[in-house]
Nanobody, 123 residues
Framework: QVQLVESGGGSVQAGGSLRLSCAAS????????MSWFRQPPGQEREGLAF???????YYAESVKGRFTISQDNAKNTLYLLMNSLKPEDTAMYYC?????????????????WGQGTQVTVSS
């Protein structure tokens, strides 16, 4: 059973930075997609950043240039570095994994999710 555990959320002022972590355990695969999503209160979930086992990345326009997704394969850990944070970045942030391949990561129906970590940005 795959487990994803996020950490690193918190409260920060606008313009600040946070780094989220997502530790993966259980079944894994050498061919995968991993991603970060967020869901503000009362809004739909949004895919922010995607990475595959080859290191290929994709970012949503809303975070491109401010957020960076990365991974440490030795630690089975996914990261999201968030710079220049804005109040509209306030949301619950989730990591997700797909172990059925490493292509079309934006379109995958991710079947493993973490419990989420709250990010609050004040103006």
């Amino acid at each position: 059973q795959v487990q994803l555990v996020e950490s690193g959320g918190g409260s920060v002022q606008a313009g600040g930075s946070l780094r989220l972590s997502c530790a993966a355990s259980g079944y894994t695969s050498s061919s995968y997609c991993m991603s970060w999503f967020r869901q503000p209160p009362g809004q739909e979930r949004e895919g922010l950043a995607f990475i595959n086992n080859n290191g290929g990345t994709y970012y949503a326009e809303s975070v491109k240039g401010r957020f960076t997704i990365s991974q440490d394969n030795a630690k089975n850990t996914l990261y999201l570095l968030m710079n220049s944070l804005k109040p509209e970045d306030t949301a619950m942030y989730y990591c997700a994994a797909w172990y059925g391949g490493n292509w079309a990561c934006r379109q995958r129906q991710y079947n493993y999710w973490g419990q989420g970590t709250q990010v609050t940005v004040s103006s």
